[in-house]
């Protein structure tokens, strides 16, 4: 193991834990996930519908994709998991 050289702070060590630590889907996530997939894939067939192919129309369903994963990611880490 590493040795440290910093002590982590108390609040650090949190969201360290919760950006690595598997979140199992809870109660309707499921459904939440696969409406906004579906919603992510929707805009994504629009954007390459409406664009010419090009690096800017791959970097933009790059971009979607990106925003697709982060907000399952605020689902899976920042959803209130008790309610």
Known sequence: MTQMHHPVPREMAIEIETRFTYHPPEG???GTYEF????????????????????EQSLALTALEQASM??????ARR???HG
């Not at 906004?36 to 690096?55: D, Q």
């Open 70 to 75: 982060y907000a399952n990611a605020a689902i």
């Open 28 to 30: 309707d996530q499921v």
């Open 79 to 81: 959803e209130d998991r």
């Open 36 to 55: 906004l997939r579906a919603e992510f894939k929707a805009f994504a067939e629009i954007l390459v519908g409406n664009t010419p192919p090009s690096r």
